[in-house]
Every structure is written in C-alpha cells, then in structure tokens.
C-alpha cells in the first residue's frame, strides 16, 4: 500500500490536525457554570481606608459593590492572606463590605485584593495599597 508523508507524519494523521489548527479557545463560563458571551462588570469604590492612604494601624477597611455584584461570590485579600468579609445589602441594592484582618498591620505595605462577579458572571479583581505606620 501506498501511503502519502508529509514531513515524516502519514497523511492521515496531517488531515486529522488540519481541523485542530483553526480551533478556537473555549467560551469562557460564568462562576454558575454557564457560559458568559456579554456580562456587565461589578465595581467596588469608596474605598476606606483610600488607595494610597498612610494609617496607623491597619485592622479593618471597607468599600462598597455596585448592586450587580453577587454577594456569595466576593473574597478578599490583604497581603495574600484571606479576609473574613461582613457584607451588608444597602437600599439601592449595592453591598457594604467590612473586612477585618487577623492581625494588625502595624508597619509597611498592606496590598488588598478583592475579588467578586456579577449576577450575570463577569469576574472583576480590584486592588489597592494602604500603608501603616510613622
């Protein structure tokens, strides 16, 4: 039997790669498991402490979710170690978030992560720095 080679690889198995070669990265999928092909971000502000600002201590700070942002959803982090977050529903439907640290942060940078998604599935990480200290 005659078989055609192209670069060394049976013809067969070149044919098979061909559909492979266009294939397009997945649709992403939403914290709900379906997939999200438009989706509004949430947004978190009002920051307190502010971005940038000097404190002295560090034990606690705060910030507000736009009335999209699924409150089951939201994490956060201060210098990569979690925060246990108290979420309150406002009238207008946006959220007030608390988070306290475990420990006080007394001297340096203190890098805050949140993280949340919308009800329809759009993930947002909003960071900022506080400085503790002098």
């Known amino acids: 039997m005659f078989t055609y ?10 044919a098979l790669l061909i559909p492979a070669a266009d294939a397009r990265p997945p649709m992403p999928l939403g914290h709900h498991g379906g997939l999200v092909t438009q989706c509004t971000e949430p947004s978190f502000f009002e920051e307190t402490p502010g971005k940038e600002a ?5 034990e606690k700070f705060s910030f507000t979710a736009s009335d999209n942002t699924e409150p089951d959803y939201l994490e956060a982090w201060v210098n990569l170690q979690p925060v246990a977050l108290t979420i309150t529903p406002q009238r207008s439907g946006r959220l007030t978030v608390e988070g306290k640290l475990a420990a006080p942060i007394t001297e340096g940078r203190a890098w805050i992560k949140v993280i949340g998604y919308s009800r329809d599935g759009c993930e947002l990480i909003h960071t900022w720095n506080v400085y503790a200290g002098h």
């Open 5 to 14: 080679r192209f670069h060394g690889l049976p013809w067969l198995t070149v």
């Open 54 to 58: 000097q404190v002295t201590t560090l």
